[in-house]
Each structure stands twice: as C-alpha cells, then as structure tokens.
Nanobody, 127 residues
Framework: QVQLVESGGGLVQAGGSLRLSCAAS???????????MGWFRQAPGKEREFVSA????????NYADSVKGRFTISRDDGKNTVYLQMNSLKPEDTAVYYC?????????????????WGQGTQVTVPS
C-alpha cells in the first residue's frame, strides 16, 4: 500500500503564493512503480478538475490553461515528493487540492488515469 499525504494548504490573500507538497510513503517497490504524479482540485459544487502533472524524472509536465504561468509543478523522486508552487493566486483558485499518483505510462489529465489519491488540502483565496 502507498499513501499520499498533502500539506501546505491554507488561506492566502489574492496575489499571494502557496506551496503544496505531497509525499508518498509505503513499500519501496510500490513507490518505485509510480510514474506520473499530479494535482487536481475540487471547488464546492463542482467536479474535480485537473491542475498539473509531472512524469517521474520531471522531464514532462502538463498544466491546465487556468494555471499556466502561475503554477509550477516539480518533484523530488529521491524524496518521493511532488510539489505545486502556486503564485498570483486568485479567488477562483479556492478549492480542495488533491495529490494523485499513476502507475500508467502517460502524464494523464483526467482522474481516471490515476490510481492513488491523497486526502486533500484546502486552499482558500478570499475575494
């Protein structure tokens, strides 16, 4: 079993920054098999939506149009951790942010491509 644990959420004023972290823990064999890791978010009353994802090794990244130029995803495979640096935050970024991990071969942008999920961390940007 592999667990994903997010941290770094909170309340920040518009224009501010936050850095989310997601650490994978569990059996080394199972962690090593993880390829893409990603971030999704879900606002109240809305479906969970893709934010960003990155391949093992960091050579391939993908971003939702709504966060391009503001958010940066990175990962440290030695620490089994993925990060999401969020700058220039807007009220519409308010949501619960979920970390996800995939054993598949692609950098997926849909929830169906991911096998493991964290419990979520709240990000609030007041209007």
């Amino acid at each position: 079993q592999v667990q994903l644990v997010e941290s770094g959420g909170g309340l920040v004023q518009a224009g501010g920054s936050l850095r989310l972290s997601c650490a994978a823990s569990g059996r080394t064999y199972n962690i090593y098999g993880i390829n893409a890791m990603g971030w999704f978010r879900q606002a109240p009353g809305k479906e969970r939506e893709f934010v960003s994802a990155i391949r093992r090794g960091g050579g391939n990244t993908n971003y939702a149009d709504s966060v391009k130029g503001r958010f940066t995803i990175s990962r440290d495979d030695g620490k089994n951790t993925v990060y999401l640096q969020m700058n220039s935050l807007k009220p519409e970024d308010t949501a619960v942010y979920y970390c996800a991990a995939s054993y598949g071969t692609a950098v997926y942008t849909t929830t169906g491509g991911y096998d493991l999920w964290g419990q979520g961390t709240q990000v609030t940007v007041p209007s």
